[in-house]
């Protein structure tokens, strides 16, 4: 479909819209944009349902935006070589059929982590396909003296949907499931392919190339951007841009809007409220004529890092001192969560601030200063008002450590009652959810029953606890908690001198968490007393497992 520019009397902004070509083409990118713009929000709160963990997160968004950074120039060639709207059909039809697939198997609770992440890389593909054929095909359906109209009214919409698409994503989520959200986004693939089916047959712009192949094109393209120093400049900086802000956005921001606020519905007042901030950007850039774009662009990123600075200063804090307290640096675990304490304080969050110092509470545990540790684990507990998931796991977490710390001290009562405030806390919850990282829940009030029976030497009473225990309950990636159960199961077996029990157990912990092995003081004390007593008839896997340990060279 040829178009003149004879056929447009006016030069106003809706002027692209009287062509009937343009006008179905603009639908179709409105509705696939649509598609696109619900697509983070929901797939990240699907990954999280899914697995409460930052890495299944991460995977799922590196899935879903791989193929765009990997596969869009080979989508630029095949928009070259064969039809374009007929590429976008094509790349349409392929992301309805993901998310449709996605959105079905999670409706009917089938969906593993690997399956969304396979998908998810799929819709991605089709992503890569689709936008540089929509870019291309604009030229061939508006005339010259029209193009910066039709690309200002695409981005105005595109703009605009983002707000509505992630307000739309974040109370789909919220109210229905992410399983009915992927549904919805399908059906705007669908209807956006329908669209652009409706546009007829378009006439190849004048002067094409030579085609060469799909190969030889891409090979091509990509030398021009490598000789071209402003386009090897923009890939560099989008390539940092991504790492560095968008990037950390996109993972932690789901993760804490679960965690600290409302979940989804958070996210989307967020999100919206950041489109709103890219469509006044754009309004701006539209009156500004810097001299040197590119300059300009990098120094309007800068904007974006004290609010990334806010948002995780205290998260890497806490995640940090977790990291040194299991491997058994006490003194740098205490300097990490003091620090998470006093970021926690600048951003005025005392929930954060109760995470931080159950941080402190367990680098003093492992500092062997009971009373430092207890101080600040039962005040903050007693301190902290919050009873939204976030601060009733930290409040649990804080009850629970302090269980264990009265076990040490060998009182029986105390520890009791703690146990008793931590499980209303859990039953209050009504699931293992890992909010703030602490795996607090049913799950884990019951193996800290079994610690605090260790601590209390009621050996006999840690094994029958131990054995109506099932791990299973917990989110992914809680191996350590996992482990914990087997070590303090070991510990009981050894009181009764059951040296079979404990190097089966011993080799269970290792199992789940191999680290487990190297760090844990409780296992390598087992250890080296099971080699004191060694009998290797009834122990043939002890001195193996020391040896993986490092207690035996």
């Known amino acids: 479909m040829a178009v003149s520019a004879s056929r447009v009397d006016r030069s106003g902004v809706v002027s692209p819209l009287r062509l009937r070509g343009f006008r179905w083409l603009f639908v179709g990118r409105v509705l696939s944009s649509f598609g696109d713009s619900l697509v983070p929000l929901t797939v990240a709160f699907a990954a ?304 954060l601030g109760a995470g931080a110092a159950y941080q402190v509470a367990c680098a003093f545990l492992k500092l062997d200063q009971l009373d430092r540790a207890e101080h600040v684990a039962m005040t903050t507990a007693e301190q902290l008002d919050d009873d939204g998931p976030l601060g009733v796991s930290y409040q649990g977490a804080l009850f629970l450590i302090g269980s264990v710390i009265a076990g040490r001290r060998s009182d029986h009562a105390e520890a009791t009652d703690r146990l008793r405030r931590a499980q209303y806390l859990a039953d209050a919850l009504g699931e293992d959810g890992n909010y703030g990282w602490t795996a607090f829940g049913p799950t884990n009030v019951a193996i800290h029953r079994v610690s605090a029976a260790a601590e209390l030497g009621d050996a006999k009473h840690a094994i029958t606890l131990a054995e109506g225990i099932d791990t299973q309950g917990l989110p992914e990636g809680l191996s350590s908690r996992r482990a914990q159960v087997h070590i303090d199961t070991a510990w009981a077996y050894s009181q009764h001198r059951e040296d079979a029990a404990v190097v089966v157990n011993l080799m269970e912990a290792e199992r789940v968490a191999p680290q487990a092995l190297h760090y844990n003081v409780i296992v390598r004390e087992l250890l080296r007393e099971m080699l004191k007593r060694e009998r290797r008839s009834a122990t043939p896997g002890l001195r193996p497992l020391a040896q993986r340990a490092g207690v035996l060279s």
């Open 48 to 351: 999280l349902d899914l697995t409460g963990s930052a890495v299944g997160l991460g995977g799922v968004l590196l899935a879903n935006r791989l193929p765009v950074v990997v596969a869009t120039l080979a989508g630029g060639v095949l928009g070259d070589v064969f039809d374009r709207r007929w590429v976008m059909v094509v790349a349409d039809v392929w992301r309805m059929a993901s998310q449709a697939v996605c959105g079905t198997l999670l409706l009917a609770g089938q969906l593993p982590l690997w399956a969304l992440i396979v998908l998810q890389g799929c819709a991605g593909v089709g992503t890569a396909l689709f936008t540089p054929a929509s870019a291309g095909l604009v030229p061939a359906l508006v005339p010259e003296n029209l193009l910066r109209q039709a690309n200002a009214l695409l981005g105005l919409a595109a703009n605009v949907n983002k707000v509505a698409a992630i307000s739309v994503a974040g109370l789909l989520v919220a109210g229905l499931g992410s399983g009915w959200a992927l549904l919805v986004d399908a059906a705007t693939f669908a209807a956006s392919a329908l669209s652009l089916l409706l546009i007829g047959s378009v006439t190849a712009l004048a002067g094409k190339w030579e085609r060469r192949g799909v190969l030889a094109e891409v090979w091509g393209g990509w030398r021009h951007v490598v000789v071209t120093p402003w386009l090897r400049t923009l890939l560099g900086y989008t390539a940092l841009l991504q790492a560095l802000v968008l990037g950390p956005h996109m993972l932690l921001g789901p993760l804490l809007a679960r965690q600290l606020y409302h979940g989804a519905a958070s996210w989307a007042v967020i999100g919206a409220i950041q489109a709103l901030g890219s469509i006044a950007g754009s309004a701006l850039a539209l009156r500004l004529r810097p001299s040197r774009p590119l300059v300009a662009a990098v120094a309007a990123s800068l904007l974006m890092l004290p609010y990334l600075a806010l948002s995780v200063q205290n998260q890497v804090y806490i995640a940090a001192a977790k990291l040194v307290t299991k491997i058994g640096d006490g003194q740098l675990a205490w300097v990490a969560a003091d620090r998470a304490v006093t970021a926690a304080m600048r951003a005025e969050a005392p929930t």
